[in-house]
Each structure stands twice: as C-alpha cells, then as structure tokens.
C-alpha cells in the first residue's frame, strides 16, 4: 500500500494480477496438478478500491483503496443529498470516503485526467478483466457501493444521474456462480492454465470467506478477528429493514449479509504491545493470568473512530477503572474483554435487523487465544466455532465447482471444518452484559465532551 499523501492510501493494480499469477501457479506447483486439468476458477478481493480503466482496460492510475480518506468532503456533500439518505436506507451506511461516488466525485475535481475513464471498476473487476477480457463484477462485489441499488439488484439509476454517469462506464453485473466466460489466451498463458478454463464471478471477499465458513442461511454468523474484526451474518433478502450495519448482497443469491466492523482490535493490542514494550502474544500470557474482569479496569476499543454500530469517526478510547495496583495483564485482559464486548454490539444490531444465528463461525489470528474466543462467546452469548484457516479462496473454490448456489452452499456444509468450539458461560455472560453497560455510559460521556 501507498500512501502519496496524508489521508491517501493506494494500491497498482497490476500488483493484483501479479498475485493472482504467482498464486494460481504456485498452488499449481504444491499440488503436482498439471494446467490443462483445472476446469474453473473464481474470484474474491478487497471491497471498496475504485480502479479507473482506459478503453484498452489499463489503469489510468492507482487504485484509491477502502482505506483512504481523500474524499471526505466529497463523501460529506453526498450524504447531505437526497441521494446519501437513500443510500442509508438502503445499506445501512452513512456514505463515506470509501464510496465509490466519493471518489468519483474527487477525481473529476482534483484529476479531470482520470475523470475521463472509460470504465470504473473494482479490485476483483480489474481481475476479470485481464482474465476475460470483458468488464464483469458480481453483485457481492458491487453491492458495497453506494452506486448500486440493493433492492433492485442493479446499478443504482438515482445514483448514476446523480453523479452524471453513463450505465456503460461501470461493469456489467453477474452472480457469484456464473460463468463469465473462458480465459484469454494471454491469461492462460500467464496463468498455466488451458484457455478453455472457465471464469467465474465470485465475490466480495468478506462474502466468499462467509461461505468458506458455512454461512448458507441464517443459522450460522461469521466472525474474521485480526487488526479489525468483521462480524457478518445472512438474512433473507425479503427479510429486515433499515440497520445500523451494512448491508449488501450475499455470494449466493436470495441471501444479503449484514456485515458490522470494530476498527480495532488486534491493533489495540498491538498498541497496548509498543506502550509496554511487549508482543502481543506476550499481553495475551498475562491477560489469561489476570482474573476475569481485569481488577475492575474497562477498555472502549475506539481508538481510530467507531465504525458499526455507530458511525463515528472522532469517537476514541479510554481505560477506565485504573488503579495504582493495576497491572499489564489486567490492561491486556481488559482490551480483550473489551472488544469483545465491541463486537457483541454488532451482533446485537444484526438481531435488531431480523437476524437470528445460533453460533459464529471464526477465523483470524485472534482466535488462536482461547481467552479472546471465550471473551467473544461469553459477550455475544454465542458459541464460537474455530474454521479453517482458508478463508475467500476456499469459498471461491466452491463458487467455481458449482454450477449453482445450492450447489455451492452443499459443498460448503460439506467441507467446512470445525476445529473446536467455545461455548458461553453463564457467569462469564453475566459479567460481559454488566460490562457493555458500563462501556455505553462511557461511550457517552465521551460524546458529550
């Protein structure tokens, strides 16, 4: 990633087809596969980064990445529109530098040059654009955007007059198990791959790595623990109204997920870590020590804004509780208990929409502390089931092996694995309800400063 400018983050393209090269060829390699035997590929990226292509389909400059923040303003004026409530309505987000509109927005007043593309598109449409040579993306991919219209599962007309953008210059539309087409010639040669290799849509790779995770109704949550944590559970398309988390659509047709995001978790640690000159699995040693509960020490995880529930960029951090017998490991087990608790909001929110899991399907670095998937359970109520480490790959894996999206969920229910599973205890629940109490009124009166 780059970053040119304060507030700019950026990503070449080209970066991304080089992966997808190397990690297509290397799989190949590890697994004595020869080319000519894969019939189907899928694909999953990053949502959010905006790519703007030429007529030819090159790049007319980096990709502007979901964590950017150029557009601020522009993101501003749009949610004060018309359009930005619908947008809200629609997807349960604010509308924020990381749209699409934003940026497009930004680019024709700072660079008129890249204005001009022939088409935007996104991480994963750059990819099936240099496979196929067409201009494709998948619903999940696109449906993040604030230019697409959730309920009609298309590009969003209100938003395209909007912005004065012409339907043609953003990709056509595909399901996640549909078959797009055969690979160019010059990306089988890339590749190592037999150019009649079919090319499938994919997805979001959130959504992918739900369905890696077998999350084909509304049973099933899905939880992905690193430097933030994504908590996302499906719901029926026709089901639920207005939310507090986004809302896009799901890999597999008929579902939407609900997705809601802690900005910081294991980057609280990692701070917590580079103020006390210790690692984080250091911090995790000592918290498992400490008693539940921290000695009484409290931790409000905003510490780079809230993102889900609530949409507050200037809301921050605090200890609270602090004594002068306070230890490391009682701030270690604090921060992870209160993150936890961070991440149980999202849940409730999901509830609040009409979602109703009965237990969520984990992955991430995090997970491999048994004290902070035990915190996770104890604060949501819900069993936490440890997954495979594959994520979007395995899930795009099963979106290229089927030829629908029941077959697709079938492969998911019979691959996924389960590696252990942590239940909630009651008392452990008790005191994780006190807690999000407390952290709300601290929340407050952080607010009311």
């Given at each position: 990633?780059?970053?040119?400018?304060?507030?700019?983050?950026?990503?070449?393209?080209?970066?991304?087809?080089?992966?997808?090269?190397?990690?297509?060829?290397?799989a190949?390699?590890?697994?004595?596969?020869?080319?000519?035997?894969?019939?189907?590929?899928?694909?999953?990226?990053?949502?959010?980064?905006?790519?703007?292509?030429?007529?030819?389909?090159?790049?007319?400059?980096?990709?502007?990445?979901?964590?950017?923040?150029?557009?601020?303003?522009?993101a501003?004026?749009?949610?004060?529109?018309?359009?930005?409530?619908?947008?809200?309505r629609?997807?349960?987000?604010?509308?924020?530098?990381?749209?699409?509109?934003?940026?497009?927005?930004?680019?024709?007043?700072?660079?008129?040059?890249?204005?001009t593309?022939?088409?935007?598109?996104?991480?994963?449409g750059?990819?099936?654009?240099?496979?196929?040579?067409?201009?494709?993306?998948?619903?999940?991919?696109?449906?993040?955007?604030?230019?697409?219209?959730?309920?009609?599962?298309?590009?969003?007309?209100?938003?395209l007059?909007?912005?004065?953008?012409?339907?043609?210059?953003?990709?056509?539309?595909?399901?996640?198990?549909?078959?797009?087409?055969?690979?160019?010639?010059?990306?089988?040669?890339?590749?190592?791959?037999r150019?009649?290799?079919?090319?499938?849509?994919?997805?979001?790779?959130?959504?992918?790595?739900?369905?890696?995770?077998?999350?084909?109704?509304?049973?099933?949550?899905?939880?992905?623990?690193?430097?933030?944590?994504?908590?996302?559970?499906?719901?029926?398309?026709?089901?639920?109204?207005?939310?507090?988390?986004?809302?896009?659509?799901?890999?597999?047709?008929?579902?939407?997920?609900?997705?809601?995001?802690?900005?910081?978790?294991?980057?609280?640690?990692?701070w917590?870590?580079?103020?006390?000159?210790?690692?984080?699995?250091?911090?995790?040693?000592?918290?498992?020590?400490?008693?539940?509960?921290a000695?009484?020490?409290d931790?409000?995880?905003?510490?780079a804004?809230?993102?889900?529930?609530?949409?507050?960029?200037?809301?921050?951090?605090?200890?609270?509780?602090?004594?002068?017998?306070?230890?490391?490991g009682?701030?270690?087990?604090?921060?992870?208990?209160?993150t936890?608790?961070?991440?149980?909001?999202?849940?409730?929110?999901?509830?609040?929409?009409g979602?109703?899991?009965?237990?969520?399907?984990?992955?991430?670095?995090?997970?491999?502390?048994?004290?902070?998937?035990?915190?996770?359970?104890?604060?949501?109520?819900?069993?936490?089931?440890?997954?495979?480490?594959?994520?979007?790959?395995?899930?795009?894996?099963?979106?290229?092996?089927?030829?629908?999206?029941?077959?697709?969920a079938?492969?998911?229910?019979?691959?996924?694995?389960?590696?252990?599973r942590?239940?909630?205890?009651?008392?452990?629940?008790?005191?994780?309800?006190?807690?999000?109490?407390?952290?709300?009124?601290?929340?407050?009166?952080?607010?009311?400063?």
């Open positions: 990633m780059d970053t040119p400018h304060p507030g700019h983050a950026e990503q070449d393209p080209e970066d991304w087809y080089g992966s997808v090269r190397l990690a297509v060829r290397t190949l390699a590890v697994a004595g596969v020869p080319g000519d035997a894969v019939t189907a590929l899928a694909v999953s990226g990053q949502g959010a980064a905006l790519v703007a292509l030429d007529e030819a389909g090159k790049p007319l400059r980096p990709a502007i990445i979901h964590l950017d923040q150029r557009a601020e303003a522009e501003a004026a749009l949610a004060q529109s018309p359009l930005g409530a619908d947008i809200r629609a997807h349960g987000a604010a509308v924020g530098a990381w749209n699409a509109g934003a940026k497009i927005s930004w680019l024709r007043r700072h660079e008129p040059e890249s204005a593309a022939a088409t935007y598109t996104s991480a994963s750059f990819v099936l654009r240099r496979l196929t040579g067409q201009s494709w993306q998948s619903h999940s991919d696109a449906g993040i955007s604030d230019l697409y219209d959730l309920a009609g599962r298309r590009w969003s007309p209100a938003a007059e909007a912005l004065d953008l012409a339907p043609d210059r953003l990709p056509a539309l595909a399901a996640g198990t549909s078959a797009l087409g055969p690979l160019t010639p010059a990306a089988a040669a890339d590749l190592g791959l150019s009649r290799c079919a090319v499938v849509a994919g997805g979001e790779d959130t959504s992918s790595a739900a369905l890696a995770a077998g999350v084909t109704g509304s049973a099933r949550g899905f939880l992905s623990m690193g430097t933030a944590a994504v908590l996302g559970v499906a719901l029926r398309r026709d089901l639920g109204g207005s939310t507090a988390l986004l809302r896009f659509p799901h890999v597999l047709d008929g579902l939407d997920l609900l997705s809601g995001s802690t900005a910081t978790v294991g980057a609280a640690l990692a917590l870590g580079d103020l006390l000159d210790r690692t984080p699995q250091e911090l995790l040693d000592l918290a498992a020590a400490a008693p539940p509960g000695d009484g020490v931790f409000l995880p905003h510490l804004g809230s993102l889900h529930p609530v949409d507050d960029p200037a809301a921050r951090g605090a200890f609270t509780g602090l004594s002068l017998a306070s230890s490391p009682a701030l270690a087990r604090a921060v992870v208990e209160g936890a608790a961070a991440i149980s909001d999202n849940l409730a929110a999901a509830r609040d929409a979602a109703e899991p009965d237990e969520l399907a984990a992955v991430g670095g995090p997970t491999r502390s048994p004290l902070w998937c035990q915190a996770v359970a104890d604060a949501t109520g819900l069993p936490v089931a440890l997954c495979g480490p594959d994520g979007a790959p395995l899930g795009d894996a099963f979106l290229a092996a089927a030829e629908s999206d029941a077959e697709a079938a492969l998911a229910a019979a691959h996924v694995q389960i590696r252990r942590y239940e909630p205890s009651p008392d452990g629940a008790e005191a994780a309800t006190a807690r999000r109490a407390r952290l709300d009124r601290v929340y407050q009166a952080t607010v009311e400063r």
